[in-house]
């Protein structure tokens, strides 16, 4: 058995052990709100959460995580020991799904996809697009995502507000992001915390550059991000990193996208690559078939095929 997300992990991983499922495996695909909440309540929250984990995931022969951070965080309170753990780039992308292409022309598009929780910075997202618009009358600042009724979860009048206020194009849910990816020249996730976000490596799949937080899982998207400049902003060979919870430098670096044409055809290349490298569905399903024991360990080709 594999699970994942929090709720499969913790109870189908106990109810799977009861039966007597012998190979039980679950994926962190993040940490949750649950770990970041505040308060009396956060704290106590998260108490529960740490311990059904700890109970579920001692009784998995291995845990996959999306990032480093999470290994060390849950070695760390003592949730799993070093040895049962396996760091993953994600879920993957089935590159040949999510082609690159080229920009379209005319004026910027920057684009958001998501749940609409305050914890993906979609608040941040719609009031650096105000100061962006300001500058540039002509950019669009696009959110497709569907309302959730995570305790983070934003009601649906408030984003509308920005809509009608022109600010931001507010779209319903999409079955297929490609089309909105393809059609806009710069992708944003000013997220507060992730495992490793696959809209993120979509994005770079599809030849974008990326503006996103530096943060735990979001950080881990954009490559050889250099030290902070004036405006707090981190420079990478993809994207650019911001502040969590910072307007201003993600409106800088929004705009800095904006007016460089170059700068985006470079970060949009240079993604497509280290999607290619680091991120093909295949070599992640390869590394977590074969700590799985799915696999014979002489298996040549690491380039299997399999559905993602």
Known sequence: MLSYTIKPVIFGTLAAARVGVV?????????????????????GVRFVVEHLYRRALRKCSCV??????????????????????????GSGIALENFPRTAFPPGDARFLFLG?????????????????????IPSARFIIAGAVDSNPTG?????????????????????????PLLQQCTTYVLPSYHEGLPRSVLEAMATGRPVITTDTIGCRETV???????????????????????SVEPLAAAMLRLATDAGLRER???????????????????????????????SASNPRIQLSP
Do not use: Y
Request: proline letters at 3%.
């Open 154 to 178: 934003i009601a649906l009048g408030e984003i509308q507000r920005w809509h009608r206020e022109g600010v931001i194009e507010l779209l319903p849910f999409q079955s297929d992001v490609r």
């Open 23 to 43: 190979h039980r495996h679950a994926l962190i695909t993040g940490l949750g709100s649950a770990f970041f909440m505040q308060g009396w309540k956060g704290r």
């Open 64 to 89: 996959f995580v999306q990032n480093a951070e999470i290994k060390q965080i849950f070695e760390e309170k003592r949730i799993v020991k070093a040895n049962q753990v396996q760091v993953v780039r």
């Open 223 to 245: 490559i050889n991000a250099g030290a902070p400049d004036s405006e707090g902003i981190r420079t990478g060979d993809n994207g650019l990193l911001v502040p969590v919870r």
């Open 115 to 135: 749940r609409l929780l305050r914890d993906k910075g979609i608040m941040e997202f719609c009031e650096a697009a105000k100061i962006l618009k300001r500058e």
């Open 267 to 297: 970060m949009g290349s240079r993604g497509r690559e280290i999607a290619e490298q680091q991120f093909d569905v295949r070599l992640i399903n390869d590394v977590m078939l074969r700590a799985m024991d799915l696999l014979p360990a």
